[in-house]
Each structure stands twice: as C-alpha cells, then as structure tokens.
C-alpha cells in the first residue's frame, strides 16, 4: 500500500449538503467543506440559504481552494437531482457525498404531530436517500466513490428527542444498507454520530454558559466538541485511507455515549 498523500483528495469532486451555517462559526458541513477543499477537492457546497453556502465558498477560495455555492432543498427529488448535475456540468465527476442537513425534534410520541414527526423524518433522512440516489449512478460511472452521512449518539442515546432520535437511528440503519446495496459499485457509505458538538445550529439562539459547561463536562475528556472534529471525522472516511472502511458509525462525542450514569 502507497503512503498517504499529504493532500489526500486531490483530483476529486466532492459535494457537501447543508455546508452554509445558520450562524457564523463553524458548522459540521462547513468545515467537511473546507477540509476537502483544503485537502485538493472541488466542493460544491449546498445549502437551502444560498448566503450561508456563499460564505463558506468565500472562507475556502480565500485559502486557494475551488468551491462553488449551490442552493437546493434537499427535500426535493428534483432539487437533488438538479444538484448532482451541476457537479457533473463543472468537474464531470462526483466523487463524494457528505450529507449534513439535519433538524432537531423533541418529545415523545404524545407530543409531537404527525405533520412534526414527517418533517423531522425528511429533512433528517429523506434528504440523504434522495441526495444519494441522485448522486449513486454519477459514483458508479466513474469508479465508485464515499459517502458519508450524519447521525448522532442520539440514535442509541434517547434524551426527549423522540422523532430526531428515531430519525437518526434510520440514518444508521440507512447508512448499513447503502454499504452492502453500493459496494460492488465500488461505493463506501459510513456515517458519524457526533456528540454534544458546539456549532452555529446550537448557539444561533444563545446557549446559557452553565448549560455549555455541563455539556463539556459530560465528555470523560473533559473537553468541548466543534464541527472542526466531525469535519475530520468526515475527512478519513471519504479518503483513500479508509478505503477498507464501510457500514460503519463513527461516534465522534468526546466518549458521551460511552460514559456510565453515574460517572
């Protein structure tokens, strides 16, 4: 086996879903969008709010990379589809999918609708199907490819979150049954589960100081989590070096989800 490229993408085209931020700071998808960048990759960045995908296209041509901004709801069949070929009209290729777009649900089963727990259910799991369906055959053509999808310790960690958790336990599930449906197309598919994570989408709001220490605290590490270590995360699992990697959950949570109550 040859010795890593110190810039382990280059020559690929990458597509990074939800990598605007709804605050400024560093989301999960904006830094995967930068490192990739970084690294050699073409990103195309995509976001609902074209603004957020036009900053991160700023952050990265200011380092010399190449990013274009992209807006979609993901949602959408044709949104996907209209995605993966404006990769392919620009580089020709597709050589990665990082999957991002993500919303929070609370409560039980008693609490939410039904019209909650459908929207928490397609913008949590739909979005990486569609995104990946349209992205598939591009990978297929061209030699195969990574996919990497985002769940989270939630998924075997339930906290009152009840449609988000279900959510994200079917991206696992999801994530499972890509790797085994996409890998004699020479296609990886893994996801990571990140931890409390300190991202615009939690502070957009504010965060009380007591709550933000409480959950640093809860890290055996005794440190806080940013998008920066899920970024990297994503970083190995699309690169050459995990090549012998699919179907896999990463958790990237500081050792949350590993911690006994009553420690």
């Known amino acids: 086996m040859t010795e890593p490229n110190p810039r382990?993408?280059?020559g690929k085209v990458a597509i990074v879903t939800g990598g605007g931020?709804?605050?400024?700071?560093?989301?999960t998808g904006r830094a995967a969008a930068v490192l990739f960048a970084r690294h050699g990759a073409s990103v195309l960045v995509v976001d609902r709010e074209i603004a957020a995908a036009r900053d991160t296209v700023r952050m990265i041509e200011e380092e010399g990379g190449r990013a274009v901004a992209h807006q979609a709801d993901l949602t959408a069949d044709n949104d996907c589809a209209?995605?993966?070929?404006?990769?392919?009209?620009?580089?020709?290729?597709?050589d990665i999918l990082d999957n991002n777009v993500g919303t929070e649900g609370a409560g039980t089963?008693?609490?939410v609708s039904a019209q909650q727990w459908d929207q928490v259910l397609d913008v949590n799991v739909k979005t990486i199907m569609l995104a990946s369906r349209a992205v598939v055959p591009v990978m297929a053509d061209t030699g195969?490819?990574?996919?990497?999808?985002?769940?989270?310790?939630s998924a075997f960690r339930p906290r009152g979150l009840t449609p988000y958790t279900t959510a994200k336990?079917?991206?696992?599930?999801?994530?499972?049954?890509m790797a085994i449906d996409h890998a004699g197309q020479g296609i990886r598919v893994n996801c990571i589960a990140p931890g409390p994570i300190y991202t615009p989408m939690v502070y957009a709001d504010g965060m009380d100081p007591e709550l933000r220490d409480r959950r640093r605290a809860a890290s055996p590490l005794g440190i806080e989590g940013s998008g920066w270590d899920v970024g990297y995360a994503a970083l190995f699992l699309v690169s050459d070096e995990a090549r012998y990697v699919t179907g896999c959950t990463l958790p990237v949570d500081g050792g949350v989800s590993i911690?006994?109550?009553d420690r």
């Not at 931020?21 to 989301?27: H, L, M, Q």
């Not at 336990?169 to 049954?177: E, F, K, N, Y």
């Open 82 to 94: 209209a995605m993966a070929q404006a990769a392919v009209d620009r580089w020709g290729r597709i």
């Open 169 to 177: 336990g079917a991206v696992i599930a999801l994530t499972r049954a």
């Open 144 to 153: 195969g490819g990574a996919i990497v999808n985002l769940s989270s310790i």
């Open 21 to 27: 931020s709804r605050a400024a700071g560093i989301g």
């Open 259 to 261: 911690r006994s109550p």
């Open 109 to 111: 089963i008693l609490d």
């Open 8 to 10: 382990r993408l280059d």
